[in-house]
């Protein structure tokens, strides 16, 4: 069964642009969560979605939103883009909460 | 919210060697999970463990839920065993959220 996929890999954007990362889940599974890997914070907990809902929030600014469609798959955005958030952004699926999670490949930012 | 704490944060080896990876956490816990991150940043799924013992080939963890700790064991390791290692763990109570911890940073010489 394929894993969880995430597009794109690499990514340069500039101070000010926005960007859109996108995760397939593995089949079946309906809950997606993001983490934003740094240097300094390491792994930090962005957002979960579950049937499309929002059902919790890390400790980030308004300008990182994320949505989820019908089949599972989730895309995050982030608004006015800064140096700081040049990260390696990954996604996570699980069958549903309290459940092993799997991660994807990850999309690695850079903003310059 | 949950505190996470690795050690050791580094660690050198010769192959062949067999080492100890602790992973503690500060309240009751859902969920816990230890991970290898290859060369490329993938998180790759080594134990879903929130309590007791598990093996597989070379590798086996041990969660004490109760004393709040989790073990990671590697015996005769291997070069490609290097990486840095996560522990996460799931609070009661907080949702599908995975609080890290620093990682163990592995290196295995040949």
């Known amino acids: 069964k394929a894993g969880v996929t995430q597009t794109p890999r690499y990514l340069i954007k500039t101070r000010g642009q926005q960007v859109t990362l996108s995760c397939s889940p593995i089949s079946g599974h309906r809950s997606v969560s993001w983490y934003q890997q740094t240097p300094g914070q390491g792994l930090q907990f962005l957002f979960e979605?579950?049937?499309?809902?929002?059902?919790n929030k890390g400790n980030f600014p308004g300008r990182f939103s994320g949505r989820q469609f019908s089949n599972s798959r989730s895309e995050m955005n982030v608004s006015t883009l800064e140096l700081g958030d040049s990260a390696l952004y990954l996604c996570a699926s699980s069958f549903t909460g309290a459940t092993e999670a799997f991660f994807g490949q990850g999309t690695r930012l850079t903003v310059v | 919210g949950i505190q996470v704490e690795q050690s050791p944060p580094d660690l050198i080896l010769q192959e062949g060697a067999n080492s100890t990876l602790r992973c503690n956490f500060s309240d009751s816990v859902n969920n816990l999970q230890w991970f290898h991150q290859n060369p490329w940043g993938q998180l790759i799924n080594l134990f879903y463990i929130p309590s007791g013992t598990k093996q597989n080939g070379r590798l086996s963890a041990t969660t004490v839920a109760t004393e709040r700790y989790s073990l990671l064991y590697i015996s005769s390791s291997q070069t490609t065993d290097s990486g840095v290692y996560f522990c996460?763990?799931?609070?009661?109570?907080?949702?599908?959220?995975?609080?890290f911890g620093g990682g163990t940073r592995l290196m295995v010489k040949p």
């Open positions: 979605y579950f049937s499309e809902t929002q059902r």
């Open positions: 996460a763990v799931e609070q009661e109570g907080a949702g599908n959220m995975l609080t």
